[in-house]
T-cell receptor, first 113, second 111 residues
Framework: QKEVEQNSGPLSVPEGAIASLNCTYS??????FFWYRQYSGKSPELIMF??SNGDKEDGRFTAQLNKASQYVSLLIRDSQPSDSATYLC?????????????WGLGTSLAVNP | DAGITQSPRHKVTETGTPVTLRCHQT?????MYWYRQDPGHGLRLIHY???????DKGEVSDGYSVSRSKTEDFLLTLESATSSQTSVYFC??????????FGPGTRLTVT
């Protein structure tokens, strides 16, 4: 059973701080990992994807992948109240035509002014 | 973002009635997915499609059927709605990469 695990939170950080969100996964063969943000009552929105070991930066967001330890993380620098949302981690998996994402349950982030 | 629309956006129906939700995309994406999202369960895959007329079951497919007669449309049908199918339903699409893009969702209430 392929799984993705996240701490449900809530993670609470002050405005301007770095928020660190973590995710572990079970499938050593997976090559692709994704972070989605979901505001309350809205649909998930892709914010980062990472395929290679190491760091990938996009603005205030940095995704980190460590395949040896099977974890992926998302750092949000200079956190803003508008970053308050649930963050979903997902792992790509495929077998033939079966191309899917395996989802974590999400981590709730609250950024306090 | 992919142009993905879902209809209806909200629906209230009675137990035992059939319900069809529609997902429409303008991105010519090959893959389309139906999820439901419930508190404590996260996103759960109901059915997915990897091409016109090509569909397969997800992890929570019982009580649901799907059809895809055109690339742009993916229909989800609840043959006989039950209260356990009260949920928020999301459609998502993907091209030849893994990244999925989501529609706005349909809030379904079965009374």
């Amino acid at each position: 059973q392929k799984e993705v695990e996240q701490n449900s939170g809530p993670l609470s950080v002050p405005e301007g701080a770095i928020a660190s969100l973590n995710c572990t996964y079970s499938d050593r063969g997976s090559q692709s990992f994704f972070w989605y943000r979901q505001y309350s009552g809205k649909s998930p929105e892709l914010i980062m994807f990472i395929y290679s070991n190491g760091d990938k930066e996009d603005g205030r967001f940095t995704a980190q992948l460590n395949k040896a330890s099977q974890y992926v993380s998302l750092l949000i620098r200079d956190s803003q109240p508008s970053d308050s949302a649930t963050y979903l981690c997902a792992m790509g998996t495929s077998a033939g035509n079966n191309r899917k994402l395996i989802w974590g349950l999400g981590t709730s982030l609250a950024v306090n002014p | 973002d992919a142009g993905i629309t879902q209809s209806p956006r909200h629906k209230v129906t009675e137990t035992g009635t059939p319900v069809t939700l529609r997902c429409h995309q303008t991105e010519n994406h090959r893959y389309m997915y139906w999820y439901r999202q419930d508190p404590g369960h996260g996103l759960r895959l109901i059915h997915y499609s990897y091409g016109v007329k090509d569909t397969d079951k997800g992890e929570v497919s019982d009580g649901y059927s799907v059809s895809r007669s055109k690339t742009e449309d993916f229909l989800l049908t609840l043959e006989s709605a039950t209260s356990s199918q009260t949920s928020v339903y999301f459609c998502a699409t993907a091209g030849e990469v893994y990244e999925q893009y989501f529609g706005p969702g349909t809030r379904l209430t079965v009374t």
